[in-house]
């Protein structure tokens, strides 16, 4: 028997990773507003159609004008940001944020459309909105990230500006950030910097592989956040060891081959990296919610037993003593929750001051997303 278990365990682990397999890689796509994530999943999206192998891509921008590639899912049909301003009263990022969060209530909708273009969609591409805090650091962003990855081979693709980044203070900031997240996710990464028709990645590829080549940039300047880079290069050596990063331009679309080949190569990582472990942790998981489960029971029936020996109940009345109580106690919660609902009811009713008033019909104008549209 003992022996049994790990066969068991490897089929079902075999079992999972090849249903993974079967569905479409999804990217996510990330980066700091105006990094070019919107142009390069543009780009992306015409480059695959014209290979044949037309994406399946969900816009989770809220707030965009307009959505420059033909998409399959629009946060925008369901959730309308501007209202959502207007009736929580937030500003741009509360709403935001506040519109991912009523979309995420629906995302299991968006798991089953993209399930079903697994026969003949390679990839889903998903497109965030412009400020990343909004979806990195929200409960609504994990949880679409975690959902995707338990299911489907996902790769985190995170957009830097190369136009941006040659001031070394900036480049630092970026791979920092980035940094976080792919210690936060853990899932496989792949850096895009974008924006090569304007400036060549090739500094940025000499700075992550080069500390003097850094420290050179740096020379100029003795500021404390020079200081600070200098030493978080040092630190950042081992991140940028574990790092694939490859030029792009969105806008001409150089380097797409060498980023089909980077998204191949980050679904081996996650089939041979992300999955056995995340496979580990959910049998863990189980194991723990299981003995826990357990170890209630054995309370729950060991407090029985000694509240029924201080009472004198015997076992033969058991049942029925237990069966009296639940009845009797599930007929006072049902008569209580209804009286206390009456009074609040009649209290309500006979309340007309003015704080009452605005409450109830701030209530009634609470806003709730429409239903999800989807273009097949
Ligand atoms: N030259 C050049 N401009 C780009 C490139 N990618 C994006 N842009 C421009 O950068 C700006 C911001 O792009 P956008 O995709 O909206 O950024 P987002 O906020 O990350 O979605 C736009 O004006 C784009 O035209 C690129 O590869 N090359
Ligand atoms: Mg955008």
Not at 312 to 329: D, P
Request: glycine content about 4%.
């Amino acid at each position: 028997m003992a022996t049994a278990k790990p066969a068991e365990d490897e089929a079902v682990a075999d079992r999972n990773l090849l249903e993974r397999h079967k569905k479409p890689v999804c990217l996510i796509v990330l980066g700091m507003a105006g990094s070019g994530k919107t142009t390069f999943v543009q780009q992306l999206t015409s480059r695959l159609h014209t290979k044949n192998k037309p994406p399946y891509v969900i816009n989770l921008d809220p707030a965009c004008r307009e959505v420059p590639y033909p998409v399959n899912i629009d946060i925008r049909d369901t959730v309308n940001y501007k209202e959502v301003m207007k009736q929580y009263s937030l500003g741009p990022n509360g709403g935001i944020v506040t519109s991912l969060n009523l979309f995420a209530t629906k995302f299991d909708q968006v798991i089953k459309l993209v399930e079903k273009r697994s026969d003949n969609t390679d990839i889903a591409i998903f497109d965030t909105p412009g400020q990343i805090e909004v979806f990195t650091w929200s409960a609504s962003g994990t949880i679409i990230t975690e959902t995707l990855a338990a299911l489907f081979p996902t790769v985190v693709v995170y957009v830097i500006d190369t136009v941006r980044s040659v001031n070394p203070i900036t480049f630092m900031s970026n791979m920092l950030y980035a940094c976080s997240i792919l210690y936060k996710l853990k899932l496989p990464f792949i850096i895009v910097m974008n924006k090569i028709d304007v400036v060549k990645h090739d500094y940025a590829m000499e700075w992550m592989t080069d500390f003097d080549a850094f420290e050179l940039a740096l020379s100029s300047d003795s500021s404390y956040n020079a200081n600070l880079s200098r030493s978080l290069s040092l630190t950042l050596d081992e991140f940028y060891k574990d790092l694939t990063a490859i030029g792009f331009s969105a806008v001409t679309g150089e380097g797409f081959e060498e980023f089909l080949a980077a998204v191949d190569a980050a679904v081996v990582e996650y089939e041979t990296d992300y999955c056995p472990e995340h496979d580990r942790l959910q049998k863990l998981q189980a194991e723990a919610r299981s003995k826990d489960k357990s170890r209630q029971k054995e309370k729950f029936e060991s407090d029985f037993e000694e509240t029924n020996r201080r009472l004198g109940v015997t076992t033969g009345r058991h049942v029925s003593h237990r069966n009296e109580i639940l009845l009797r106690s599930r007929g006072r919660k049902m008569t209580d929750r209804a009286t206390s609902r009456s009074v609040i009811l009649w209290k309500n009713r006979r309340r007309s001051n003015s704080r009452n008033r605005i409450a109830l019909r701030r209530e009634k104008k609470q806003y709730s997303p429409g239903p999800l549209l989807y273009a097949n």
